[in-house]
């Protein structure tokens, strides 16, 4: 018996592996021709690459104490071109089947992830014979990998998917959802480009993973490499860490998922002394990251490095209905065709609790108005930098207050459903606190935010749309929607450059 169940499973394996290849071989080939078309077109550093590009170089030279100071993050997207072995480890460990293969297959599976990453890094880097990499200092090859970033975080969803979705078995489902992820508008446009913000992605989602399986210490390594990405990825890896925390609640029988708020925030209080040890004991990297990063920002007086002048800390209410808006956009298939909107004018109309419902939408609809219409900044880059696309949306329409106060019904329509999402998918897995923390942590980072940048909404969504509950129709209809509107974006970053009246330089309308 254990040899057939091994041969179907092998047989299983196979099927889901030939989708695999398809879908990265989709991907490849979306990638291979933009890499091509962006660097025949824009072949020298194009916006922040311009400080990006020298940075890595300068490491790339051995010049370590080097630092452009108009750079505000920490260094990590510059330091891990030139060590691989992180990664290997990292994927290598992450992706171990966790059902009971043969040894000799969890040998095969591990070794071809690793292979394959020395493959595609063999692009980029050369081999001296003696294990001494050297890194080909150019932009071509600093755009390349966040390709390869892209192809990890297609694989990480998948895991993280099945974990959180164990009723879902159709692995086609899985692999269809996660590709509309990859797809998802603004990340697939910086595949091309430089940026920090596919790596930040991947490696708060392989932190995530890492802790749903059970590796919080690795989870939490991971988590340092994440913020080395990007400062505000504390923020993500203090969720992970949450997370991590009511699941060892739950495993105690201390807290239940219909348990309600405050009753949950109660037991969370006073039975800490009953898993503190627990806690600590799995989870003690991410509370040294957690203190460190304190230290750090005391010290340093911000969580800023380098240029703070256009960074600084605000209160931007509107970011909060701005990322209402762009998610519910993007999620319009799941919320028409998987039923959502159904579900929540039922609840709404027929619910038990009517005037509690009420009363929620009372308020929900009073903070968006006040958020759109008191809430709103723009900052000196949104009213000067007229190559990015919320240049001309603030100017032609959200620089009027009356022309944001009329999206306020939009804004409580779209929350309304995301929150009925949230509930239908996660209601059975965790308790109303996940919502709760989720939320806060987007507000953490969204809000101090003065300039409107729609990178700065790509974690929350990942989030939010790998823990939603689809069908494959509606994936395969984002997937068809994201494929249109990113040629459209790369068509006009192409294709439709102008020069301004002060410089001779080529300017290209991106994100």
């Given at each position: 018996?254990?040899?057939?169940?091994?041969?179907?499973?092998?047989?299983?394996?196979?099927?889901?592996?030939?989708g695999?290849?398809?879908v990265?071989?989709?991907?490849?080939?979306?990638?291979?021709?933009?890499?091509?078309?962006?660097?025949?077109?824009?072949?020298?550093?194009?916006?922040?690459?311009?400080?990006?590009?020298?940075?890595?170089?300068?490491?790339?030279?051995?010049?370590?104490?080097?630092?452009?100071?108009?750079?505000?993050?920490?260094?990590?997207m510059?330091?891990?071109?030139?060590?691989?072995?992180?990664?290997?480890?990292?994927?290598?460990?992450?992706?171990?089947?966790p059902?009971?293969?043969?040894?000799?297959?969890?040998?095969?599976?591990?070794?071809?992830?690793?292979?394959?990453?020395?493959?595609?890094?063999?692009?980029?880097?050369?081999?001296?014979?003696?294990?001494?990499?050297?890194?080909?200092?150019?932009?071509?090859?600093?755009?390349?990998?966040?390709?390869?970033f892209?192809?990890?975080?297609?694989?990480?969803?998948?895991?993280?998917?099945?974990?959180?979705?164990?009723?879902?078995?159709?692995?086609?489902?899985?692999?269809?959802?996660?590709?509309?992820?990859?797809?998802?508008?603004?990340?697939?446009?910086?595949?091309?480009?430089?940026?920090?913000?596919?790596?930040?992605?991947y490696?708060?989602?392989?932190?995530?993973?890492?802790?749903?399986?059970?590796?919080?210490?690795?989870?939490?390594?991971?988590?340092?490499?994440?913020?080395?990405?990007?400062?505000?990825?504390?923020?993500?890896?203090?969720?992970?860490?949450?997370?991590?925390?009511l699941?060892?609640?739950?495993?105690?029988?201390?807290?239940?998922?219909?348990?309600?708020?405050?009753?949950?925030?109660?037991?969370?209080?006073?039975?800490?002394?009953?898993?503190y040890?627990?806690?600590?004991?799995?989870?003690?990297?991410?509370?040294?990251?957690?203190?460190?990063?304190?230290?750090?920002?005391?010290?340093?007086?911000?969580?800023?490095?380098?240029?703070?002048?256009?960074?600084?800390?605000?209160?931007?209410?509107?970011?909060?209905?701005?990322?209402?808006?762009?998610?519910?956009?993007?999620?319009?298939?799941?919320?028409?065709?998987?039923?959502?909107?159904?579900?929540?004018?039922?609840?709404?109309?027929?619910g038990?609790?009517?005037?509690?419902?009420?009363?929620?939408?009372?308020?929900?609809?009073?903070?968006?108005?006040?958020?759109?219409?008191?809430?709103?900044?723009?900052?000196?880059?949104?009213?000067?930098?007229?190559?990015?696309?919320?240049?001309?949306?603030?100017?032609?329409?959200?620089?009027?207050?009356?022309?944001?106060?009329?999206?306020?019904?939009?804004?409580?329509?779209?929350a309304?459903?995301?929150?009925?999402?949230?509930?239908?998918?996660?209601?059975?897995?965790?308790?109303?606190?996940?919502?709760?923390?989720?939320?806060?942590?987007?507000?953490?980072?969204?809000?101090?935010?003065?300039?409107?940048?729609?990178r700065?909404?790509l974690?929350?969504?990942?989030?939010?749309?790998?823990?939603?509950?689809?069908?494959?129709?509606?994936?395969?209809?984002?997937?068809?929607m994201?494929?249109?509107?990113?040629?459209?974006?790369?068509y006009?970053?192409?294709?439709?450059?102008?020069?301004?009246?002060?410089?001779?330089?080529?300017?290209?309308?991106?994100?």
């Amino acid at each position: 018996s254990l040899f057939f169940w091994c041969r179907v499973d092998v047989v299983k394996m196979a099927i889901e592996g030939v989708g695999v290849v398809g879908v990265v071989g989709l991907l490849g080939l979306l990638f291979g021709m933009g890499r091509m078309m962006v660097n025949e077109k824009v072949p020298e550093p194009y916006m922040d690459e311009i400080f990006h590009v020298p940075q890595t170089i300068a490491y790339c030279n051995n010049e370590w104490s080097s630092w452009d100071p108009m750079i505000t993050t920490f260094p990590g997207m510059y330091v891990q071109l030139f060590h691989k072995l992180p990664h290997q480890a990292c994927v290598a460990t992450a992706f171990t089947p966790p059902h009971p293969l043969p040894l000799l297959s969890r040998y095969v599976f591990v070794v071809g992830i690793v292979k394959g990453i020395n493959g595609f890094s063999s692009f980029f880097i050369n081999d001296d014979g003696n294990s001494n990499y050297k890194v080909e200092c150019n932009t071509a090859t600093f755009r390349t990998i966040n390709m390869l970033f892209s192809l990890l975080t297609f694989f990480t969803v998948v895991q993280i998917r099945k974990i959180i979705h164990p009723t879902d078995t159709s692995s086609w489902n899985h692999m269809v959802a996660s590709l509309a992820l990859v797809l998802t508008p603004v990340l697939f446009f910086f595949n091309y480009l430089y940026y920090t913000d596919i790596g930040s992605l991947y490696f708060v989602l392989l932190s995530y993973y890492l802790s749903l399986r059970g590796r919080p210490w690795l989870s939490g390594v991971v988590g340092f490499i994440a913020v080395g990405f990007r400062q505000t990825n504390i923020v993500w890896i203090g969720l992970v860490g949450i997370i991590g925390v009511l699941d060892i609640y739950k495993a105690k029988k201390l807290l239940r998922s219909e348990t309600t708020f405050i009753n949950a925030m109660s037991t969370l209080i006073t039975k800490l002394p009953s898993v503190y040890w627990d806690i600590i004991a799995k989870y003690v990297i991410h509370i040294v990251l957690a203190i460190l990063f304190a230290i750090f920002s005391w010290k340093n007086e911000g969580i800023v490095v380098g240029d703070r002048s256009a960074h600084e800390a605000v209160l931007h209410f509107a970011q909060l209905p701005y990322y209402i808006i762009f998610t519910s956009l993007l999620l319009a298939p799941t919320f028409i065709f998987d039923g959502h909107v159904t579900s929540l004018f039922k609840k709404v109309c027929v619910g038990k609790h009517l005037f509690v419902t009420i009363g929620i939408g009372t308020l929900l609809t009073g903070a968006s108005f006040f958020a759109l219409r008191y809430g709103a900044m723009a900052h000196p880059y949104l009213l000067a930098d007229n190559r990015h696309y919320p240049f001309y949306l603030w100017s032609k329409f959200l620089h009027q207050d009356n022309a944001r106060s009329l999206l306020t019904p939009v804004v409580v329509f779209g929350a309304s459903v995301l929150v009925t999402i949230l509930f239908s998918s996660l209601y059975k897995l965790t308790s109303t606190l996940w919502i709760i923390f989720y939320i806060l942590c987007t507000c953490a980072v969204l809000i101090p935010a003065h300039l409107v940048e729609f990178r700065y909404f790509l974690v929350p969504f990942a989030i939010l749309h790998l823990h939603a509950a689809k069908s494959s129709f509606s994936s395969l209809l984002e997937c068809a929607m994201y494929l249109a509107i990113n040629g459209i974006t790369l068509y006009l970053f192409l294709y439709k450059p102008f020069k301004w009246n002060n410089s001779e330089e080529w300017q290209h309308f991106m994100w």
